[in-house]
């Protein structure tokens, strides 16, 4: 498989981004309050789960490829462009908070899909358009909450 170290090192960027967004997605689950509540508790806890199981698949895809998965929260914090989020978020800012992340990792999700692409990794490139799928589906969802 041409250009391997380029789509391992895409795959990893979104274990990253997944690994800490997931705690992020915990965060706002465990301090969620007001009048939506229950909306956005239950939303969260579906966004973690999912988040989880990218985690797990981005990784085993790694590794089927030959590459290291990142394994660590330092390494995780260092590559992702996912923030940390801190405990005081209003529901409002938590459901924003998210629908800047979903667009910067749609973005990058977008340079995935031709990394994988130019490296004729068609598991690779097709495990990328579906979470880009996802992702954007649930952004259209936040944005329509917002809205």
Do not use: C
């Not at 995935?112 to 996802?134: L, P």
């Amino acid at each position: 498989m041409a250009n391997n170290e380029d789509v391992v090192k895409v795959l990893n960027q979104q274990v990253a981004n997944w690994t800490v967004a997931y705690t992020k997605l915990h965060n706002f689950h465990w301090f969620v309050k007001g009048p939506n509540f229950f909306s956005l508790h239950v939303k969260f806890e579906e966004l973690y789960d999912e988040a989880s199981q990218y985690i797990d698949d981005l990784a085993e895809r790694i590794l089927a490829v030959g590459g290291s998965p990142v394994a660590t929260l330092k390494e995780s914090l260092e590559l992702s462009i996912v923030e940390e989020a801190e405990k005081s978020y209003k529901a409002e800012e938590m459901v924003e908070e998210l629908s800047k992340d979903f667009t910067n990792i749609s973005k990058q999700l977008d340079e995935a899909i031709e990394v994988a692409g130019n490296a004729d990794d068609d598991v690779t490139e097709d495990m990328f358009i579906g979470m880009k799928t996802d992702i954007d589906k649930h952004n259209w969802m936040l944005k329509s909450y917002l809205a």
